[in-house]
RNA sequence: GCCGGAGUGGCGGAAUUGGUAGACGCAAGGGACUUAAAAUCCCUCGUCCCUAAAGGGCGUACCGGUUCGAGUCCGGUCUCCGGCACCA
């Protein structure tokens, strides 16, 4: 209780950290009466240390699950470990340790590295992905998945790396390159798990419109990574085969625009049209290089049949088997890309759409006298001037019964014809592909499937669950998936014949644990039941979901929340949660950058946080982390700005030290004192503190705006400490000034707080205190400056008291000496009265 | 290229619904205390003109518009950042 007069944050800061954590005061109560707040931060990888980007999100999330639980909430506030990755590996690799051993010993230290920052944890929760206790679930869905046809193995074109000799996630791509090795990544065709994500593709497009609580670029983000596309699919004949070519299309208003056929080189009908296999190969090779077009003329020609123009196919590097039916009609004149390749390979061009305001010019228009088809056949192109494609809007030209119709509406009626005369029928894609999560990687998740010899693909009873990750592997970081060579992982018998049988030995892309971690710490840690626990009718799960705050960075905007939204909905079919949706409001927080840029070792301008909270104390660290900028934004770091909230500390212990005795000796009876015997000057700091907890809490309500909150808090600081108490009176409001300060200090930097707390004679811990509330006619100021306007530049300000009526504002400030100076022989054709605020006096020349 | 977001003092940022631009903090300058320094405290601090004090002009990337009044709304331009990127 002796308050020391020097604030050294260090000793404060473990007192508390240690008197919290035996007082269980973070503990998770299950009270389903209570009105629930489920507050969660993504959880870190464990790489080894914490760094700024995860004092911050941390710090903010921590101040979400404070702030909740003092205005009455019961909170689920957890942390964890996203566990499983190739980090591990690597540091299995080059220091000869094995990643679980590694991951561990990171998880320790940085778990006393994130109770150093004193955030408010049930460590009772704790997760740890890469536990057979937790992967065991995520081989349990995996079957569920696989029962449901939701989980299935195909072969495609995935990311590789030839030097790590494993499979790439597109966001481990950088520019085409590795990013660990920097080797060049190349696209090769393996057979894979996939997950269906596809299968939901509407829906989570659909829903994106409930996701109020998140930020609107994310949820863009979210729906242009889905891309839907409304358009036709179309069937051409080939000329002398009995077989169609189907394309896919957004722009039905072209069809009559076709010069060429384009198709993928994996599409099956290339080996059946291009005899040149050498050739065919040549083209493959290149699939997929954005730097340069290459097509191959296949000999065939099919029939465009909206018009009978004889069309070549071409075999084409830029046309995706993975979007739409892998071939496509080519409209050089409407597509740019069409438009490149027609002067590559000297294709004729054909306009179909004019621009409205050019539709006199007679260029354009003549068309439709001539036979398509020779024109085609020689090479006389419709436009041979245009130097681009035109993919706008217009007037449809040369197109026969449509000629003349704008292209919108032209749109419908093609499709409409093509559904009437059976050549098509309206089709939607989507750009979202199937979420490939195979990994030849060791550290991850084993899939639970069998490759039995007799009986095929078989998956591990769910009695047989986890399949348990081996320890005795040889890491090299070359050659093939780690766990091929391990006989012992590799070979079992059949469950279905008891034959020969081998195990899957890719393992699962980590996305795949963080994609339904949420659901997991709901219930207690241990090896739990998961199935039986969710199906309860009394399960924790259904008073817990969803999350109501989900803080983390913004680069998980599609992936990791994408996924989560995926899982979420397959956990809902399954009938194991009722929510479809996992997170009901979503705060992106920005960047930490310094000198201008993201941190980085490479760059050098990295601030360890073990250093800053060394020197300057949790508190401070948190506070200016706050402090510096709103959550979303990017936060530009300044040691500098460090000090600053350091000092301002350090004033507000030494306005605390300078009074304790007084403070603590008066008893708390502030509820009852009487507001008519207060001084001036006092009344002054109560109505400023009644301010504060208005501004204060507003400011946390909208949108976590934590910055202005705590400058809030400075300027009732400031004031305080100008503020000498002389009668009893007085002393109470400030008492109840500084007490208020430290309630609404508290879940920005909580050891200070509850030391002062303590320190001015009260119980601790201050967070069982409730959040204070405003007296709205305490706040109110009495007197306003009213700002007096001549054509709307400020020309005096005056103080009124509040409420004076309109005409009497009026009269006042045309009143006022320097006002009819300037208004003198001028007439006023106006004045505007705003309340409270200000008055506009119009004035002619 | 397409889709977003943002441009405010020397700096980080305020200004919540169209109503006093620059809260709060940092830096800088001046002063007090000190033998001295650090720490602390007090004052100044967008810019230009002018003044003895006062006043006044300009100012929220740039150009234009709406309005009694625009950082805020509308149209156009420029710059920076982020996402997607041969998706037919």
């Known amino acids: 209780m002796v308050l020391e007069e020097r604030y050294s944050p260090q000793k404060v800061e473990l007192k508390w950290q240690k008197y919290w954590a035996d007082k269980q005061l973070n503990k998770t109560g299950f009270n389903p009466s209570q009105k629930k707040f489920y507050c969660l931060e993504m959880f870190p990888y464990p790489s080894g240390e914490i760094h700024m980007g995860h004092v911050r999100n941390y710090a903010i999330g921590d101040v979400v699950a404070r702030y909740k639980r003092m205005r009455g909430y019961n909170v689920l506030h957890p942390m964890g470990w996203d566990a499983f990755g190739l980090p591990a590996e690597n540091a299995a690799i080059k220091h000869g340790v094995h990643p679980s051993e590694w991951t561990y010993k990171n998880i320790e230290y940085m778990k006393k590295q994130l109770n150093r920052m004193g955030l408010s944890y049930d460590w009772e929760r704790e997760i740890t992905t890469c536990s057979p206790e937790y992967y065991k679930?995520?081989?349990?869905?995996?079957?569920?998945?696989?029962?449901?046809?939701?989980?299935?193995?195909?072969?495609?074109?995935?990311n590789w790396c030839p030097s790590c000799a494993t499979v790439l996630a597109n966001e481990q791509v950088i520019d085409e390159k590795c990013w660990r090795c920097d080797s060049t990544v190349t696209q090769k065709k393996l057979e894979?798990?996939?997950?269906?994500?596809?299968?939901?593709?509407?829906?989570?497009?659909?829903?994106?419109?409930?996701?109020?609580?998140?930020?609107?670029?994310?949820?863009?983000?979210?729906?242009?990574?889905?891309?839907?596309?409304?358009?036709?699919?179309?069937?051409?004949?080939?000329?002398?085969?009995?077989?169609?070519?189907?394309?896919?299309?957004?722009?039905?208003?072209?069809?009559?625009?076709?010069?060429?056929?384009?198709?993928?080189?994996?599409h099956p009908m290339a080996e059946k049209m291009v005899k040149d296999t050498n050739k065919l190969e040549a083209v493959k090779a290149q699939y997929g290089k954005e730097d340069e077009k290459i097509g191959l003329f296949t000999g065939s020609y099919t029939i465009n049949p909206l018009n009978g123009d004889r069309v070549p196919v071409y075999v084409a590097n830029f046309v995706l088997m993975e979007y739409g039916t892998g071939a496509i009609m080519s409209v050089p004149a409407h597509d740019q890309r069409d438009f490149e390749f027609a002067k590559k390979y000297d294709l004729p061009i054909k306009i179909v759409i004019v621009p409205e305001d050019r539709i006199q010019d007679t260029r354009y228009r003549i068309q439709d006298k001539k036979n398509h088809a020779s024109c085609i056949m020689n090479h006389e192109s419709f436009a041979p001037d245009i130097t681009e494609a035109y993919e706008?809007?217009?007037?449809?030209?040369?197109?026969?019964?449509?000629?003349?119709?704008?292209?919108?509406?032209?749109?419908?009626?093609?499709?409409?014809?093509?559904?009437?005369?059976?050549?098509?029928?309206?089709?939607?894609?989507?750009?979202?592909?199937?979420?490939?999560?195979?990994?030849?990687?060791?550290?991850?998740?084993?899939?639970?499937?069998?490759y039995c010899d007799k009986c095929g693909i078989v998956p591990v009873p769910e009695k047989d669950l986890p399949v348990i990750l081996p320890e005795d592997v040889r890491l090299t970081g070359k050659g093939v998936s780690p766990l091929l060579e391990s006989e012992a992982f590799l070979n079992t018998k059949c469950p279905k014949c008891s034959g020969r049988a081998r195990r899957e030995t890719d393992t699962m892309d980590t996305f795949v644990d963080s994609s339904w971690y949420f659901v997991r710490y709901c219930f207690k840690k241990g090896d739990i039941n998961l199935d039986s626990?969710?199906?309860?009718?009394?399960?924790?799960?259904?008073?817990?979901?969803?999350?109501?705050?989900?803080?983390?960075?913004?680069?998980?905007?599609?992936?990791?929340?994408?996924?989560?939204r995926f899982f979420t909905r397959v956990m809902r079919d399954l009938g194991l949660i009722s929510t479809g949706e996992p997170f009901q409001n979503l705060l992106t927080q920005g960047m930490v950058i310094k000198d201008g840029a993201k941190m980085s070792k490479s760059k050098g301008n990295v601030v360890d946080p073990h250093y800053l909270i060394?020197?300057?104390?949790?508190?401070?660290?948190?506070?200016?982390?706050?402090?510096?900028?709103?959550?979303?934004?990017?936060?530009?770091?300044?040691?500098?700005?460090?000090?600053?909230?350091?000092r301002f500390l350090h004033r507000l212990w030494g306005i605390v030290y300078k009074n304790r005795e007084a403070l603590s000796v008066m008893r708390n009876d502030i509820?009852?004192?009487?507001?008519?015997?207060?001084?001036?000057?006092?009344?002054?700091?109560?109505?400023?503190?009644?301010?504060?907890?208005?501004?204060?809490?507003?400011?946390?309500?909208?949108?976590?705006?934590?910055?202005?909150?705590?400058?809030?808090?400075?300027?009732?600081?400031?004031?305080?400490?100008s503020f000498?108490?002389?009668?009893?009176?007085?002393?109470?409001?400030?008492?109840?000034?500084?007490?208020?300060?430290?309630?609404?200090?508290?879940?920005?930097?909580?050891?200070?707080?509850?030391?002062?707390?303590?320190?001015?004679?009260?119980?601790?811990?201050?967070?069982?205190?409730?959040?204070?509330?405003?007296?709205?006619e305490i706040a109110r100021e009495e007197e306003i400056e009213l700002v007096i306007q001549i054509n709307g530049k400020l020309r005096s300000k005056i103080m009124i008291s509040q409420g004076t009526p309109d005409d009497e504002i009026e009269k006042m400030a045309l009143e006022q000496q320097k006002i009819?100076?300037?208004?003198?022989?001028?007439?006023?054709?106006?004045?505007?009265?705003?309340?409270?605020?200000?008055?506009?006096?119009?004035?002619g020349e």
Not at 137 to 148: A, D, I, V, Y
Not at 623 to 643: I, M, N
Not at 701 to 711: C, G, K, L, W
């Open 533 to 564: 626990e969710l199906l309860s009718p009394q399960s924790e799960c259904k008073y817990w979901m969803p999350v109501d705050q989900y803080i983390g960075g913004v680069e998980h905007a599609v992936l990791h929340l994408l996924y989560s």
């Open 820 to 843: 009819k100076e300037i208004v003198g022989a001028k007439t006023i054709k106006k004045v505007i009265v705003v309340k409270g605020k200000l008055v506009n006096i119009v004035i």
């Open 724 to 776: 000498e108490p002389e009668s009893d009176e007085d002393w109470k409001t400030f008492k109840f000034a500084i007490e208020r300060v430290l309630i609404l200090l508290s879940p920005f930097s909580p050891h200070i707080a509850e030391e002062l707390w303590e320190a001015i004679g009260n119980e601790p811990s201050i967070f069982e205190q409730q959040w204070p509330k405003w007296d709205e």
């Open 137 to 158: 679930w995520n081989q349990w869905f995996f079957l569920r998945m696989f029962e449901k046809g939701l989980a299935y193995r195909k072969h495609s074109y995935v």
């Open 192 to 266: 894979q798990w996939f997950f269906r994500i596809t299968h939901y593709a509407e829906e989570l497009l659909r829903e994106c419109d409930e996701l109020r609580g998140w930020p609107e670029r994310v949820v863009l983000m979210q729906k242009n990574w889905i891309g839907k596309g409304e358009g036709v699919e179309v069937d051409f004949p080939i000329e002398g085969m009995d077989e169609q070519l189907k394309i896919f299309t957004t722009r039905p208003d072209t069809l009559f625009g076709v010069t060429f056929m384009c198709i993928a080189p994996e």
């Open 614 to 646: 060394e020197k300057y104390g949790a508190d401070t660290s948190r506070l200016f982390s706050l402090f510096a900028a709103p959550p979303e934004r990017d936060l530009e770091w300044s040691d500098k700005g460090v000090e600053g909230a350091y």
């Open 392 to 450: 706008d809007e217009g007037i449809i030209v040369n197109s026969g019964k449509f000629s003349g119709v704008k292209s919108d509406s032209a749109k419908k009626e093609i499709i409409q014809f093509i559904e009437e005369k059976r050549l098509g029928r309206g089709t939607i894609n989507y750009k979202l592909r199937d979420w490939g999560i195979s990994r030849q990687r060791y550290w991850g998740t084993p899939i639970p499937i069998l």
């Open 671 to 721: 509820r009852g004192f009487d507001a008519s015997r207060i001084t001036d000057h006092a009344s002054l700091l109560l109505r400023k503190t009644h301010q504060t907890i208005k501004k204060v809490t507003t400011d946390i309500e909208r949108e976590y705006h934590f910055n202005t909150a705590i400058a809030g808090l400075m300027e009732l600081v400031n004031e305080i400490t």
